[in-house]
Each structure stands twice: as structure tokens, then as C-alpha cells.
């Protein structure tokens, strides 16, 4: 097994498909896996929230409680119904699946198109969020911000492009101590409210704070739009169900209450306590970073917060590296998208889907220059369309399979599709001018391109397929030797071209009679005996009279075909390939659409 | 003789080699082709003498006059002494080969390296400035200019890629209505000078014009340099002197006396009436274009001035696509740049050469924003150290040969030589800050490129040589299909391995024993007979197994040769590829480096 030190190094050792089946996760570890990206969500999601509101001054930030409270509860919702989406597809695939499988392959795509995006979202929203609290704490790193993000996205891919069970290991630790540290601070600061222990608080901001707009219900269905960037990542449990030790379905189920649960007090606790110590956003440190420092006045407690807070983060963009390649994996297999996303690298993952995602993300947080809230408006549309595709299957499912206790499970299911759709309605209406078109406008696109694919390959597979097929009669090859003079390389081409056919003929193409009676007082010495024909070329050109002599031996008919033999170098330095085969590269490109036409190269090394 | 529609309908139907002769120029065309370099620097050389000027105030654009001799003085030198050369050389080459053949190839490449770069600028220079004289007339098209000058350097690379005759006439007819409409225009405004029919002249601007720098020796100096752009061009004529018809070389010496006083003549005279006329140069308007305008008054024959200055402009640029790709043709010849700047193109010209010219022409148009003066500073140092060679070399050539009357012309080279020398030496000081040393830094980086260009060939040559070289023993070839399923490109496959060796395996790498099962089902019913070989891969890489299986048969001794065969789809639309050939893509890339191992792509085309 050859590979480069680099990639070794990197990436590790190769692992045999036989040990694919103990590369599963149990509980504790998908929670740390699959958690990140829903809870680190609550490091900007209230954020967002207050974000929009203050624009109608900071009077209107109490709207952030009721909001709050309708996000917990959307939680809830979108909890239990994934719950029967688990327990009924216990071989995951999450929304594409079930969409395919209930409403069409339509419905299946617009929601795989609709995930993919959000995916590439959730990488470059996390990474930017991860280095917004990091640079809230240490201010100095604020102008890096856009080469820090590149640089946790190279990492994170790198991680992952070793393989799924040491990515649990990886992260089990963070996701436990991004919920202690969140949880203790939340008990802190509820117990300094509680007994009035209120030091430091600034007074609430009320002079200065104007709003340039009013509070209108468009801005706080915009408000909480942008704060249902929360419920994102609660589907990647449904998504990875095959990533779970057995009994699969059941660990996962238990694993997306826990999730849900934690999320809910956590984003719950920070915005109430937001609301309460006056925080208000600003544009160089995050109202948790703000929050942080007032519940604990600074100090190492609250650095710890920050750091944990930035790791949970970039944790999160992890699990769409989980995520992605395994949507991508099953649009392969489908043959919507090219079949190298099919293909498991050496480390056991989906390599290419890895590398893909991780290359558009990085684009991503150039293109917005780091920044959360230039992405945020781009995020949550995908993943509200693929809860509704996701929750509307199952409705269908009831409806057609009517199993015991079909009917409440229905009725369950049908709330969530219907409200999570109203969502989905909600955030693409109030964030569309903001950036949420692009998706709208990337989603159909996608789609279209899936289905262009698709037509492609069964097109193909038409073309190819052996029914009603007769083998082609065996092949009359003529073997060509086009030289330009005769030196060692021509030499290893001729003899190469001998053991192919017993009559190989060697073509030159007369542009300078001297250079011809050169050619010819060598080939007595050094041919091989093997004839050489002259073809005159009155335009200089060595393509066209080569071409016509080609043509004029496939014409003898179709069970003929013609082998061409170019003697090429191999230099020893990639520039020094500007210095030659550029003959070669004319005929190559000459006959690459030409048929019954075949070009070998035989390489001839340069020291 | 097959073509695309599109390059006949740029370039013209093919022309033969036995036309070659027939390609030749008369002294009127000559003139035109050679002249319009020369002769269009009177566009631009007196504005930019006074543009360096007028940093002392207008009191010191007095010096124009001086200066204006000076250079009058030194273009007569530099055409006698470029007699003597064509004289020597009526093979032409110009300083490349006459610096090489008397001081060296060394000195022979940087003279080569300086031209290169002078050609360069020279297009760009004429562009921008014929671009200056039209948005002088029409300011609308002023923010235009950029894309202006791209378009036209991509019209005069079209016209080029044509061929040399056709361009004659294409030039001869603005050539000499440029030269007529300049010399009216002259007359006229030194009859008005002469009668006092002066009505419109606007007052010296003296008020308004305080320099912002001292009339130092060192600023005049610069004013110099900078009106030195007006010898540009003056060695074109001993370059081309092959393109003359016989007898070349009294015709090419004629050609350039003429050149030579007409460039005197026109020169002066802008330079004395822009002096007499108070013109002060601004950023939107030419000097050539305000003199006009005063001379005439605005009117039909001033857009006649503007009209064909831009012609004579584009023109001159066009004197460049005939000796650049000329120059690169002798160094191709030596082994100094690639060889494939010496095949001539079906239209008989060298067609890499015009195609590198015209990009990186167009290139410096765009870095440098269409601006004329800003490309100035980078211009004449080339030309400079070539005419300084060029001279040196047929100082030393005479000394040598001691023909007859030797002593005169040794004096009158040794006298050009000195004098071309301090001026480019004035030159590459007083403009090295603004741009000089870009081009001082280029050409030692391009004469080792040279030297490493030649230094390879020479290389390679010693290695390919066939003394002393006994040609190789007949080759065992053992000749693999690789297969990754049985459909009809891989039936195309088999048939014309069988062609090649009786002997032919297909090999398939195995990651799914199930898929192995399936293909040896269908093996037994279309597989021609060919045998199957199963290799398994317990890492699911393709590649490692297959390599493996590679290496066992080349162990099998030095003579032993591999040929891989693999079905490859030729897709009809580009993007297609994406979506096949990914493992045909990635074996190549995999042995491409290695020794004695051949791929063979067998296409199937798809409908």
C-alpha cells in the first residue's frame, strides 16, 4: 500500500472495509457528535434575536422573551415529531429519504438540495461565530478574523478526512464542558438575580437607544426568524442514525430528547438573563461574550466561557462534515450527483464529499468577510424546507401505512409539518432581501442539476447496457509510429510498437527535404527495419497530412481502427514540459473526438 | 486540409511553403510596415519631453527646443551607423545576431532579452497613445480607453496572424497619408508662424505656472530620456531586412535614410510649432491634438490629424508583430526559448510569437490603465542597450576584419556606439525610480531563462543521441485491461486488446464481493474468452491492488513492458467529463511517472 508521508501523517493509516461496522458511536459520543451543532447554536442565536429588535430601539429588546418561548416550544415540536421519523427509519438519510420515499423524488431532492446548502451554512456560520467569541475576548485578533476561519475549517477537515469514531473521541470532552460551563454560569447568574446580588449592572440604555424603525410585526417575525437559527442541526441526529451502536433507532430517539432538552434550557437561560443584565448587541463583542463578563466580572471563568464557546463551535461545523458526505454519499448512489461521492476513501469516509464541503465553506467566509450576521440571513431557510419536506412525509406515511397508534402519531406529525412550513414561509419572506433569494434562487438550480445528472447517467447506462448487444468482430489494428527524427526515444517507441503488431509502419512528415535525407541516412543504421513512410506536406502543417493518411486506413472499414505511437518525454521538472511534446499534445488533441482512433504514449524518461 | 470556419474566416486559407520567396516587400511597402514605429513616436515623443518639463514651470519649456536637437543630432547618428550594419547583415536579425556573432552569445542574449521587452512596450506605448488621440477628439470615449486598447491590439494580432504581404498593403495607404497630413499640417502652421497669421493663439500661461521642481541638469536630462522614445522603431529596418525584395540590403539602406529624415523633419517641427504655439500638456488632451487644433482651428482636418495619428499609432504597434515573432524564431532556432516559436503557421508567420506579443501587450494595457505616460519610463532602455550592441559589435566586427575602407565606418560605429551608450545610461538613471528598473531587473532574468532553456536542450540532446547507443531488445509486453464492470465500451476494450497481444487479461479489483458475482456472471456470456483476474482489496482502493499486479509483471525483467488498457467515455459536452473517467483519471495520474508502463485509452464515444 503506497501513499505519500504527507497524507499519512495527516490522515493516518488505511483501515479495512472489515472494520467498518465497529466504527459506530454510542450514546455519549453522538451526543458530543450530533449535539455541537444544535446547542452552539446558543451562541449567537439570541444574539440575532436582539440584533433585529434593536433596530426599533432598545425599548423593543423585550420582545426577546416572548420570542424565546415560541422558539422553545417550535424545539419541542420539531423534537417529537423527528422522533417518529427515527423510530421508522432506523437506516437514516434524514429528510431526502423520507421525502424520496412518501411525496416523490421531487420532493426528495428539493429537500437534499435544501440540506446540502445549510450544511456548507452551518460550517461557515459556526467557524465565523466560533472566531467572533474569541476575538470578543482577545480584541487584538478581530482584523485576522477571516485567515482564522479559513485556518479552523482546514483543521476540522483534516479531522474528519481521518474518520468518524476518533472524531467522537475528539469531541466528546468539549460537548460535555461547553454543557457544564453554560449550565453553571446560567445557575450563577439566575442565583445573583435571584438574591439581588447585582454588582456591576450598566444601567439598561434607554437615552441613547433610539430605533431607526418601528416595532412592527414584520421586524419581530424577522426577529424571530433569525433566531430559529437555533432549531438548526436538531435534524442531524435523524440524518445519522446508522452512526449509532445497535439497538440503533432507540439510542438515537433518547439521544434527540436529551438534545432537545439541553438546547432549550440553554438557549432559554441566556436569553432571559440577557434581557435582564441590559445586554445589548454590539459590533465587536458577542452578547455572550457581554453576558459572560458581567455575570462573572471578568476573570479566568469568563475566558473559560469564551474558549469553550469558540471549541463547541467549531465542533458544530463538524457535524455537517458528518452530514454532508453522507447526503452527498446517498445522491451518488442515486445517481443525482457524480458517483465519486459514492466512493469511500482509505480512512473508511466520504473523501470527497469532505473535501467539498470544506473548500465552500472557505469560500463562503471570504466571500462575507467573516462575519455571523452577513451569513445568518442565508441560513435556516434549507433546513426549515427539509423539516417540512421531512414532517410532511410522515404525515403521508400514516395516512398510506395506517399502523397502530397511526392516528395521534399523525396528528403529531401533521403540527410539526405545519408549523415548521408557516416558519419556513416566515424566515424566507422577512429574510429574502437580506440574502435568503440566494438560497431560494440556488435551490432549484441544484435541483435541476441533480436531474441533468441523472438523465446523463441512465442515458449512458442505455448506451452501454449488453441486451440486444453483439459483441464487435475482432479488430483490424494498423500501428503507426509518428516520428520527428530518430533518437533513443523513437528507439523504445519502436520497439514497443513491434510487439504490438508484426506491421508497424513509421510516418514522417516532410517539411524540409534536408531534414528528410537526415532522417533517412539514420533509419538505414538504426530503424529496426521497420519501414518508414515520407508524406510531403506543402502548408508545413504536420497535423493535416498525418490526418489524412489516418483517415485514408480507417476507410478501409469498420472493423478497423488505427494505433497511433507518439514517443513522449517525461522531464524530470513539470516546467521543463514546456520545452517539449508539443507535437504530441496537437496530434492528441487532433484526434481525441475521432473515432476508431487510438494515441499511445510511450514514455521515455529524461534523466 | 481540415480547418475551423472561424480561424479560415480570421486567418485565411492555408498558404504554401513554395509561396515563401513571393512574400517579400517593395521599399514603398517596406517603408510603410518598418516606418510607422519610427515615425508615430512624433505622436507622443514631444509631449513627453515637455510633460517632464513643465514640472519646473512653463519658463522651462524652452528646453524643448535644446533638447528636440539634440535628439534630431542623435537620430542621424544612429541611422548611419544602423547602414553599416544592414550592410554586414543582409540576413538580418538585427542586434541578437550581429551583438552574438562579434561580442558573444552572451551579449548576444541580452541585446535579445532588451528587444523582446521593447517590442513588448512598443505595442502597448503605440495602443495607448493612439488611444490618447482619438479620446483627445471624442472625450466621451476617454473612461473607455482600457477596453479600447484591448480591442485593438487584438484586431492588429488578427491582421498579423494573416501573414506579412497582406499587411503591407493593409499599411501603406495610412503610412503615407500620415506622413502627407503631418507635413501639411507642419507647412501650414510655419506659414501662419512666418506671416503672423496668428489669430487664436491663447496666452503663455506664465501666471499659473510655477514649477513644483527646480530646472535642474538632472530634470533636463530626464526630458531627454524621455524624448528618446521618439528613436524607437529606427532599428526595425536592419531587423526585417530578409522581408525586402531583392536586392535586400540596398533597399532595406535606402528605406532607412528615408525613415530617418522624414523622422527628423516631422519631430522637429511639432516640437518647434508646440513651442511656438504655447502648448502646455494636460491630461485629457495630446500636445499633437491642442498644436492641431491652434493650427487649424478645429474643423474637419483636425479630426483628419487625430484620425490618422491614431492609424499611424495602431500601425506602429503592428511593426512589432513583425519583428518579435522574427527574433523569437532566431532564438527558437538556437535552443534558447521553446522550440515552438520556430514552426511557422499554415499562413506562413510565426504565429506563437504574434499570440505571445498580443497577450502580454494586452496584459500591460490593463495593469497600467491604458495610460501612455505611465508606460513611458519602462520604454527606450531596451532599445537603447541594443542599439549599443549592435554598434559595439560592428566596432569590434571592423577591427577584426579590416575591410576595405574600415578606418571611416570603424569611426562612424565607434562614434554611434559611444553616444547610444551615454544615452542609455542617462536613460536608465534619470527614469529608473518611475519604472526603468523593472525592465533593467527583467532582462537579466530573461537571459537566464535563456541560458536555462539552452542549457536543457542541450541536455536532452546528449541523452536521446544514438552514438554509442545500442537500440533496446524486442519487448515482452503483457498487455491488462482494466474493468470495473462489462458493458460496451469495455467490449470495444477487450476487442482491441486482443488486437495488440494474444495474450490479453482483464483485470478487475474487487470491494464488494457482490458486484464480483455479478460481473463474473455476466463475464461468462460477453468476455470474448478473456480471461478474469479477481484482485481483492481489503483497503477498497482500486488503485494500490492494481499496482501491485503491475509491479509483479515488470519484475519480471528489463525487457518486460506493461500496457494498460482502459475504456475511457468521450462524453459529447465538456462538463460530461466531470461525471465519468474518474478512475481512468486517476491510474494515468499514477503511472505516469513510472518506467515501462504504457496506458492506452480506447474511446467510446456516447451519443
Known amino acids: 500500500m503506497k501513499m505519500s508521508p504527507l497524507k499519512r501523517l ?54 426577546s422573551i416572548p420570542i424565546g418561548i415560541a422558539i422553545a416550544l417550535l424545539i419541542a415540536i420539531v423534537v417529537s415529531s423527528y422522533r417518529q421519523t427515527i423510530r421508522c427509519y432506523p437506516q437514516g438519510g434524514g429528510a431526502y429519504i423520507v421525502a424520496k420515499d412518501n411525496l416523490g423524488t421531487f420532493a426528495g431532492l428539493v429537500a437534499g438540495a435544501a440540506l446540502l446548502i445549510d450544511y456548507v451554512l452551518t460550517v461557515a456560520v459556526s467557524v465565523a461565530a466560533g472566531v467572533a467569541a474569541i476575538t470578543s475576548a482577545f480584541p487584538v485578533l478581530f482584523e485576522h478574523r477571516v485567515a482564522l476561519g479559513v485556518f479552523f475549517i482546514i483543521a476540522i477537515m483534516t479531522a474528519n478526512l481521518r474518520g468518524i469514531r476518533e472524531s467522537g473521541n475528539l469531541f466528546s470532552a468539549p460537548t460535555y464542558l461547553f454543557i457544564a460551563s453554560f449550565g453553571g454560569m446560567l445557575a450563577y447568574g439566575f442565583t445573583r438575580w435571584v438574591f439581588g446580588w447585582e454588582m456591576s449592572m450598566p444601567p439598561r440604555p434607554e437615552a441613547a437607544a433610539e430605533g431607526m424603525q418601528a416595532a412592527t410585526l414584520f421586524l419581530i417575525l424577522r426577529a424571530f426568524a433569525s433566531g430559529c437559527t437555533a432549531l438548526t442541526g436538531v435534524e442531524a441526529v435523524s440524518d445519522g442514525v446508522p452512526a449509532f451502536r445497535p439497538p440503533e433507532s432507540r439510542n438515537a430517539r433518547t439521544v434527540l430528547v436529551w438534545l432537545g432538552a439541553i438546547l432549550i434550557v440553554l438557549f432559554m437561560g441566556i436569553t432571559f438573563l440577557a ?25 479566568l471563568l469568563y475566558y473559560e466561557i469564551q474558549v469553550i464557546t469558540m471549541l463547541i463551535l467549531i465542533l458544530a461545523a463538524n457535524t455537517s462534515f458528518a452530514d454532508f458526505p453522507r447526503l452527498a454519499y446517498f445522491l451518488a448512489r442515486d445517481g443525482y450527483i457524480p458517483r465519486q461521492f459514492g466512493t469511500r476513501g ?37 433546513v426549515f424546507i427539509s423539516f417540512t419536506l421531512s414532517q410532511a412525509s410522515m404525515v403521508r406515511r400514516w395516512l398510506t401505512r395506517r399502523e397502530e397508534g397511526w392516528w395521534w402519531r399523525w396528528w403529531l406529525n401533521a403540527v410539526g409539518a405545519s408549523i415548521t412550513g408557516l416558519v419556513m414561509v416566515v424566515i424566507a419572506a422577512t429574510k429574502f432581501r437580506h440574502g435568503a433569494w440566494i438560497v431560494v434562487l440556488l435551490i432549484p438550480l441544484l435541483v435541476a442539476l441533480f436531474l441533468g445528472v441523472h438523465r446523463h447517467y441512465a442515458d449512458v447506462a442505455g448506451q452501454l447496457s449488453m441486451e440486444r448487444y453483439d459483441p464487435p468482430p475482432p479488430i483490424r489494428n494498423t500501428v503507426l509510429v509518428l516520428v520527428g527524427d530518430l533518437h533513443q526515444g ?44 515520407v508524406l510531403s506536406s506543402p502548408y508545413r502543417s504536420i497535423l493535416a497530412p498525418f490526418l489524412d493518411y489516418v483517415d485514408h486506413h480507417l476507410a478501409l472499414g469498420e472493423d478497423h481502427m488505427v494505433t497511433i505511437v507518439i514517443p513522449e518525454f517525461i522531464p524530470r521538472r513539470w516546467w521543463q514540459h514546456l520545452l517539449h511534446n508539443q507535437t504530441a499534445l496537437l496530434i492528441k488533441g487532433a484526434l481525441l473526438f475521432r473515432k476508431r482512433v487510438v494515441v499511445v504514449d510511450v514514455p521515455f524518461h529524461l534523466r
Chains 1, 2 share one sequence.
Do not use: C, M
Open 10 to 63: 495527516l490522515v493516518g493509516a488505511p483501515i479495512p472495509t472489515a472494520q467498518a461496522r465497529h466504527e459506530r458511536l454510542t450514546k455519549r459520543a453522538a451526543l458530543a457528535v450530533f449535539a455541537s451543532d444544535a446547542l452552539s447554536s446558543v451562541a449567537y442565536a439570541t444574539e440575532e434575536i436582539l440584533l433585529v429588535l434593536v433596530l426599533a430601539g432598545s425599548g423593543a429588546l423585550f420582545f
Open 275 to 299: 434581557h435582564h443584565f441590559h445586554v445589548v448587541p454590539n459590533a465587536k463583542e458577542t452578547v455572550v461574550s457581554q453576558l459572560a463578563r458581567q455575570i462573572f466580572g471578568g476573570g
Open 346 to 382: 482509505d480512512r473508511l469516509v466520504y473523501s470527497n464529499g469532505i473535501l467539498i464541503l470544506g473548500a465552500t465553506a472557505a469560500v463562503l467566509i471570504v466571500l462575507f468577510g467573516g462575519e455571523t450576521h452577513a451569513l445568518i440571513p442565508l441560513y435556516a431557510v434549507g
Open 490 to 533: 523513437v528507439s523504445v517507441a519502436l520497439r514497443y510498437a513491434q510487439s504490438l503488431s508484426p506491421a508497424v509502419k513509421a510516418v514522417f512528415v516532410e517539411t524540409d527535404p534536408e531534414r528528410t535525407r537526415r532522417l533517412e541516412e539514420k533509419w538505414g543504421k538504426w530503424g529496426l527495419g521497420i519501414p518508414l513512410v
